[in-house]
Every structure is written in structure tokens, then in C-alpha cells.
């Protein structure tokens, strides 16, 4: 039998089941991408604004590329965009790129969790909302809030809303020492404005800002603190923060025009009822540009895993310069002997909130963990 002759087509090649195209980690410079300021995140879509401020101005979504499937995007967050930018109804842009950041609002599950999640890009103001009543406010809340802001970089301001409800002088003596920006308002809920013959001390008492909500809910907002807070916002970027039911949304509808969902507090339980899926940004009506304000999702933890314990003295201002008489290596906290921040506070140089200031810090210090798993368990989360 003569010997068989073989030649390169009895050679057998299995096809790449991933194709043929050779692989690479370079990835194209994207330098005719357009710059998109991120509004809101939806379920994979990225809705943002181009041309921001020009006759060109539009909205696009985007899907994210494959090679940021690890990587955050937020609102707040600019981005760079390809493929279809038009923004016509029903065409998807392709996010490139996140540029970077100025500022980034973080927080964690809890105290415990080495996850950080961030909550928004590029603010240059944290307000921190709380009620004066219903909810109860919480001091721990505001403090982590502190915590968070003084270390990304960011301004922090604090709003009281239901002022009509409780007299918040208590807490706001707590942060008397404090260099913090507070804004007090007033809510009456209303179905509809006093007529116009109402007795005059009526028709003071309903004078305000009709705010509604997408529910058709209605409140009334004191028209001051309305203006003394939108005096604070123009021309910045603003991160709204808070337990649902606070009345955030309600105040974005007054700043906005806009018709974010509003909801109550539950009777029974006194926690508020979560309304904001989502993270929005909107702009402040009648604003310079660049007025932007953030509405978050009510939240229900805020946890400090992310923050350095050395760092977290320095959002309490009022304390800090107790530390100067503490042995190196002190660490503040209520296992350390001979601390001067024990001095400090008992020899009032914190004010009357002293006491409780100190046991604040030292919660955040030594126990946060227990305690926000506490404020988790209170607030049903």
C-alpha cells in the first residue's frame, strides 16, 4: 500500500469559540467623546446631561462599556459619551469614561463593612435634613453625616423642617460651637392656601411656598427659610440627606419646581416612608448656572468603615483642641486614661452639649458599629 501523502488540508483548526479578533488590553482614547454631567442611574441606564447650559443642550442615555462594569457612576459624575449623542427618543450613547472627580460622597452599610458605596460625584455641599419632630431627629445620624462631609471635602449645612411641630432649640444647642450653616423651616400640611378673607393672623400662618408632591400630597413651606436656603445653594452643587420622611423630597419640589414623590411617617412606628428610589439631580430654578441640588433615596444607615478613626475627630470642631493636653498615641476614646478631652468638656470649653458631644464621638470611635446596627433595628431597616 503506498504511503499516504499529507498536505496542510488535512489539518484540522478548531474555531475560538470567542472568535478570532486577537485580544488586547489597549482600548481606543475615546478623544471624540462629548462631556455628560450624570442626572440619575436606572437599572443599567445612564441618563445625562450634554451641552449643559447652551442652545446645543440635550439628554442622553447611555449604556456603560464593558470595561467599567467595576466602576461606580453616580449622579453628579461626568462622563464621557460616544456613538449615538443626538438624543432623540429611543437611541442609547455608550459611557467611554469617568472624569475625575472633584469631591465623593461616601458612606457603608455600617461600621463593620469594608464596602464603601458611593452616594454622589462632584457636590461641593451636603445639606443634612432632619425633622424637628416626626421623626424624632438623631443626633448620631447628623454626626456621621458631619463625619462623611468634613472628609470628602465637602460643606456641610443643616436643615430642621417641622419646626411647627417641636421646638428645636435643644438640638441645635448641641451644635451651637459648631461652624454650621442652620436652616429652620416650617411645615404645615394643607390642602389648600387660607382664602382670602381669612383673619390676618390665619393668613400669616399659611403664608409660604405650596410644595406638592407626585402622590398629591401638599404642604405648605415657610417662604423664609425657603429663600434663606436657596440663598445657600445658588451657584453650588448640593447633596440632599436624610431619614425618609423628613420632608427632603417636599423641599426639592419648592427649590425645583420639580414633582418628586412625597410621602408620611407612619404613626405607629414613627419611621418615614422611603419615596426617592433614586438618586436625581435637578437644577435650582432661576439659578446661575451650575445651581445643581441632589435628592437621595431616604437612608437608614450610615456607616463610617471608610474613614479613618484619626480622621474623624476633626468633624468635632468644639473637641478637637482638647486632644492638645492627651498623651501620644491617646486614642479618645472611653477606655483611654488620663484623655484631655475628659478635661476639656468638664470644664465647659464644649458648651452645655459637651457631655453628649464627647459621648458621640466616642461612639463613633470605639462602638459605631453597635450603634448604628441599633439605629438600623429602631428605624425597622
Keep these: 500500500m503506498a504511503k499516504r501523502e499529507w498536505d496542510e488540508s488535512d489539518v484540522r483548526i478548531r474555531p475560538n469559540k470567542r472568535g478570532s479578533r486577537p485580544r488586547t488590553k489597549e482600548r481606543p482614547s475615546h478623544d471624540d467623546a462629548v462631556r455628560g454631567r450624570i442626572v440619575t442611574v436606572d437599572r443599567g441606564r445612564y441618563t445625562a446631561i450634554v451641552a449643559e447650559d447652551s442652545s446645543e443642550e440635550r439628554v442622553v442615555v447611555a449604556a456603560r462599556a464593558r470595561e467599567l462594569r467595576r466602576t461606580p457612576v453616580v449622579a453628579g459624575d461626568f462622563v464621557a459619551l460616544v456613538g449615538d449623542v443626538s438624543g432623540r427618543p429611543d437611541t442609547l450613547a455608550r ?70 411641630l417641636k421646638d428645636p432649640a435643644p438640638l441645635l444647642a448641641t451644635y451651637e460651637h459648631l461652624p454650621l450653616t442652620v436652616v429652620v423651616s416650617r411645615t404645615a400640611e394643607t390642602d389648600e392656601a387660607p382664602a382670602d378673607d381669612a383673619p390676618a393672623d390665619e393668613a400669616a400662618a399659611g403664608a409660604g411656598i405650596d410644595a406638592r408632591g407626585a402622590d398629591g400630597s401638599s404642604a405648605r413651606l415657610d417662604a423664609e427659610a425657603v429663600a434663606e436656603l436657596r440663598a445657600e445653594l445658588d451657584g453650588h452643587v448640593t447633596v440632599l440627606l436624610g431619614h425618609s420622611g423628613v420632608g427632603k423630597s417636599t423641599m426639592v419640589n419648592a427649590l425645583t419646581g420639580a414633582d418628586r414623590a412625597t410621602g408620611g411617617v407612619n404613626a405607629v412606628t414613627g419611621r418615614g416612608r422611603h419615596t426617592s428610589s433614586s438618586a436625581l439631580a435637578l437644577r435650582l430654578s432661576e439659578a446661575p448656572p451650575g445651581s445643581w441640588i441632589i435628592d437621595t433615596p431616604g437612608i437608614r444607615s450610615f456607616g463610617l468603615a471608610h474613614v479613618d478613626p484619626d480622621r474623624i475627630l476633626h468633624a468635632f470642631a468644639d473637641l478637637e483642641p482638647g486632644t492638645a493636653a492627651c498623651e501620644r498615641g491617646c486614642r479618645h476614646d472611653a477606655a483611654a486614661v488620663g484623655c484631655g478631652l475628659d478635661a476639656w468638656v468638664a470644664e465647659g470649653n464644649a ?10 464621638l466616642r461612639r463613633l470611635l470605639g462602638s459605631g458599629s453597635r450603634e448604628e446596627a441599633q439605629d438600623a433595628k429602631e428605624l425597622g431597616a
Excluded: H, M, W
Design 95 to 164: 459611557l467611554v469614561r469617568v472624569e475625575e472627580r472633584q469631591t465623593v460622597l461616601r458612606r457603608s452599610a455600617d461600621d463593620t463593612d469594608p464596602i464603601e458605596r458611593v452616594v454622589v460625584a462632584n457636590a461641593d455641599q451636603l445639606v443634612i435634613v432632619v425633622a424637628a419632630a416626626n421623626p424624632e431627629p438623631r443626633t448620631g445620624f447628623i454626626d456621621r453625616a458631619l463625619v462623611a462631609a468634613y472628609d470628602a471635602g465637602i460643606e456641610p449645612l443643616l436643615l430642621v423642617t417641622k419646626a411647627d
Design 351 to 360: 458648651g452645655d452639649a459637651g457631655p453628649a458631644r464627647l459621648a458621640s
